[in-house]
């Protein structure tokens, strides 16, 4: 069968060409509600009177548009497409590129933010200790960690195939993805098909994924230095959220201190 009209690409990374689409395709999400929710776990569990957010893998903004009112905000995102999106919609809100896995910024905040199953795409589970390690870095003590993570093993349903079509009947986008299973990895390469009055375009984007239980998670915040909690009710059905707090006190060392001052992380 030939597509007529359809300019094949070779597979690439998520949302590498999906930037500009990306809100038609998310736009039934529910960003206010879900920053309602985010607003009540910091007055929970959060520092008091907690002023400064930074929401790693931001995305377009979408959260960020409903959390900015609240706090003095920042995103990091390392998808320059999506950080365009996002300026253009939050010209006040700081924006700034960068790997979750081993951003440096100069300040700390009083809450973390990493949504959307974001955390889901570091790269096996040294990166996610390393990543909740760098999370922690840029926490001010006493300050919350909100990790919303990817789909646990016994919920992933490898070989489930899905269809969704958004845009409108002039600008039509279908997505359309197989799923797959391999180790502790979700594979989900995704087809898009966007069409327009000049033709049809077609890419792939695959999603490599980490596929880890409850467990590995709360022990790799707590390699971190961090006292989380997981929450089977979070944003998102089935996916929970981990609540993680750096202590405002480091814990006691064991042995003779060391003459030499420590300096903070």
Same mark, same amino acid.
């Given at each position: 069968?030939? #597509?007529?009209? %359809?300019? +094949?690409?070779?597979?690439?990374?998520?949302?590498?060409?999906?930037?500009?689409?990306?809100?038609?395709?998310? *736009?039934? /999400?529910?960003?206010? /509600?879900?920053?309602?929710?985010?607003?009540?776990?910091?007055?929970?569990?959060?520092?008091?009177?907690?002023?400064?957010?930074?929401?790693?893998?931001?995305? $377009?903004?979408?959260?960020?548009?409903?959390?900015?009112?609240?706090?003095?905000?920042?995103?990091? #995102?390392?998808?320059?497409?999506?950080?365009?999106?996002?300026? /253009?919609?939050?010209?006040?809100?700081?924006?700034?590129?960068?790997?979750?896995?081993?951003?440096?910024? *100069?300040?700390?905040?009083?809450?973390?933010?990493?949504?959307? $199953?974001?955390?889901?795409?570091?790269?096996?589970?040294?990166?996610?200790?390393?990543?909740? +390690?760098?999370?922690?870095?840029?926490?001010?003590?006493?300050?919350?960690?909100?990790?919303?993570?990817?789909?646990?093993?016994?919920?992933?349903?490898?070989?489930?195939?899905?269809?969704?079509?958004?845009? %409108?009947?002039?600008?039509?986008?279908?997505?359309?993805?197989?799923?797959?299973?391999?180790?502790?990895?979700?594979?989900?390469?995704?087809?898009?098909?966007? *069409?327009?009055? /000049?033709?049809?375009?077609?890419?792939?984007?695959?999603?490599?994924?980490?596929?880890? #239980?409850?467990?590995?998670?709360?022990?790799?915040?707590?390699?971190?230095?961090?006292?989380?909690?997981?929450?089977?009710?979070?944003?998102?059905?089935?996916?929970?959220?981990?609540?993680?707090?750096?202590?405002?006190?480091?814990?006691?060392?064991?042995? +003779?201190?060391?003459?030499?001052?420590?300096?903070?992380?």
């Amino acid at each position: 069968m030939t #597509d007529h009209g %359809t300019r +094949r690409r070779p597979v690439a990374p998520p949302y590498s060409l999906t930037a500009r689409i990306y809100d038609q395709i998310y *736009a039934g /999400k529910d960003y206010a /509600k879900e920053a309602r929710q985010i607003r009540a776990w910091v007055r929970e569990y959060g520092p008091p009177r907690a002023r400064t957010l930074l929401d790693v893998a931001c995305g $377009s903004g979408g959260h960020l548009a409903y959390l900015a009112p609240s706090f003095e905000a920042t995103g990091l #995102d390392l998808n320059e497409g999506m950080l365009r999106v996002a300026r /253009k919609r939050l010209p006040r809100v700081r924006f700034v590129r960068g790997r979750m896995q081993s951003f440096r910024l *100069a300040e700390r905040f009083d809450v973390i933010t990493c949504l959307f $199953s974001a955390i889901g795409y570091v790269g096996g589970r040294r990166e996610l200790r390393q990543t909740f +390690r760098t999370f922690a870095r840029h926490l001010n003590p006493g300050g919350l960690l909100v990790v919303e993570p990817w789909l646990r093993p016994g919920v992933y349903s490898a070989g489930a195939v899905h269809l969704q079509t958004f845009g %409108t009947p002039r600008y039509p986008i279908v997505r359309m993805n197989s799923s797959e299973r391999r180790g502790d990895r979700s594979i989900m390469d995704m087809h898009h098909l966007v *069409a327009t009055p /000049k033709g049809i375009r077609h890419w792939v984007e695959r999603h490599d994924m980490g596929l880890y #239980d409850v467990a590995t998670y709360l022990a790799a915040l707590r390699s971190a230095g961090l006292r989380p909690r997981y929450r089977a009710h979070g944003l998102v059905t089935r996916r929970g959220v981990y609540l993680a707090v750096r202590p405002a006190h480091p814990p006691a060392t064991r042995g +003779r201190p060391s003459s030499r001052r420590r300096r903070g992380s």
